[in-house]
């Protein structure tokens, strides 16, 4: 019996050692396995490179977002005056004299005014060049310019409230006259009494 046994067991071994060396029972594929790991850490690596490339992408977005066209500090300024600009008793004063007598701005010899002048000037009065240009419908930037120059022209001394003694020069280039006397505005309308009045001809 044990004699059997050895012999089939002979057998058995004899038919399936050779399977075992040859690896084809439970052989793993281990080439498959790491082309597996490969394509997976690929796929990591693409996924990832999108991700930084979208980041990227968005960051640069921001950037151009977060930069105006024109300079901050110009656009603050220009609201810093429109908060400050306030139609004031003052003002109402000289645009009635500015309305009323039209003063001129040419003093002897006529020189005109270049686009960086009148570009400068406005650039420095934005609020009232702003209120200006819409207050008496101007279009050119020649005329704002005019307008503020007659309005700085005007001197205005505080009497009393919302009374002045003024004074100003109309501008003719080859003479000039000159103003003086009190103007009062009340209830937003304004009038004025001329005190002194005198005209010099001038070399032109």
Do not use: W
């Amino acid at each position: 019996m044990r004699t059997i046994r050895k012999k089939i067991l002979g057998i058995i071994c004899f038919l399936f050692l050779p399977l075992l060396l040859s690896g084809c029972l439970g052989r793993l594929d281990y080439s498959k396995f790491e082309s597996n790991i490969i394509d997976s850490q690929n796929g990591q690596a693409a996924t990832t490179g999108a991700d930084q490339l979208a980041k990227t992408e968005q960051k640069i977005s921001k950037e151009k977002k977060y930069y105006p066209e024109q300079p901050a500090d110009a656009n603050a300024d220009s609201g810093d005056q429109d908060r400050s600009f306030t139609i004031s008793s003052q003002l109402l004063a000289k645009l009635y004299l500015v309305d009323k007598y039209q003063p001129g701005i040419c003093y002897g010899q006529p020189v005109s005014q270049t686009a960086s002048d009148i570009a400068a000037l406005i650039g420095q009065n934005q609020a009232l060049a702003k209120f200006i240009k819409q207050h008496y419908r101007l279009e050119s930037d020649s005329d704002v310019y005019k307008k503020i120059k007659q309005l700085q022209g005007v001197t205005l001394t505080p009497i009393e409230s919302s009374k002045y003694e003024y004074q100003f020069t109309d501008g003719q280039c080859c003479s000039q006259t000159t103003y003086q006397g009190v103007v009062e505005v009340q209830n937003n309308n304004a009038s004025d009494e001329i005190k002194n009045k005198s005209t010099n001809l001038m070399p032109c």
